[in-house]
């Protein structure tokens, strides 16, 4: 936690009640605010600690160090979305996109699928009870395999995926968030290892794939994935229209 806060350019801190009880009680929470409020005196107009309010108010969501901090309040789900880039466009105002996610978004990296081969697939989820399956869907995944075709080690970053037509906002490319298991990235792969990472399509990103569906019934999605060298190897493409499909069989 301390390496991390020191390292990172931007710290974006979640504001809930519950947040600000943690850090009062001598828990994570209030390591990691010790540190912050650390650095914070050494540093009085640092803009590298970003308050986010989900619920409640600054003064009952955040310790006393960051309640006079420049934030964002993203407490009204009706408007998420719109304040969410409002978070976005301040962070990458304030600092360029790092140079490999930047080629990845404008498609100036060349395709070399001698690199790698991904692969882009989904399915259903079943619920597991101590690591036996119940027999219960509790949800969509996508999973992504990602094979090093390369005589030399690869460090692969994190996928990223690209629609045929915009689905967040208007951006066609975007990232799922809830990996099923949780890999660490850059992944280092071997000549002819393999990694799979599956993800959880979440509602509010399912209500996106059928609303574009309305649009154009043959969207696809592709996953991305670059190495810490450069190079980009695509999967693919995948009807959103399949993975809408089987949210049908998703137990309510």
Do not use: W
């Amino acid at each position: 936690m301390e390496i991390g806060l020191e390292r990172a350019d931007k710290v974006l801190i979640i504001g809930t009640p519950t947040y600000k009880l943690k850090s009062e009680a001598g828990k994570g929470a209030a390591f990691e605010g010790l540190i912050i409020s650390t650095e914070l005196m050494h540093n009085i107009d640092t803009t590298k600690f970003y308050p986010i309010l989900r619920s409640g108010t600054f003064e009952t969501s955040f310790p006393h160090a960051l309640q006079g901090r420049i934030g964002d309040d993203l407490s009204d789900d009706a408007n998420y979305e719109k304040k969410l880039q409002t978070v976005v466009d301040s962070i990458l105002n304030e600092k360029p996109l790092p140079s490999i996610l930047k080629t990845v978004l404008s498609k100036e990296l060349p395709v070399s699928q001698s690199v790698a081969i991904v692969e882009l697939s989904q399915g259903v989820l079943y619920e597991t009870y101590f690591g036996k399956p119940t027999g219960k869907i509790e949800g969509i995944g996508v999973c992504v395999q990602i094979t090093n075709k390369m005589k030399e080690v690869r460090y692969f970053n994190c996928p990223t995926f690209q629609s045929s037509l915009p689905i967040v906002g208007t951006n066609d490319s975007f990232q799922f968030l809830d990996a099923v298991v949780p890999i660490s990235f850059p992944a280092k792969l071997e000549f002819g290892q393999q990694i799979s990472v599956t993800y959880k399509i979440e509602p509010r990103l399912m209500d996106k794939f059928i609303s574009v569906l309305g649009t154009d019934p043959h969207t696809t999605i592709k996953a991305i994935v670059t190495t810490t060298l450069g190079e980009r190897c695509e999967s693919e493409p995948l009807e959103i229209a399949k993975i809408v499909e089987n949210s049908k069989y998703v137990d309510k």
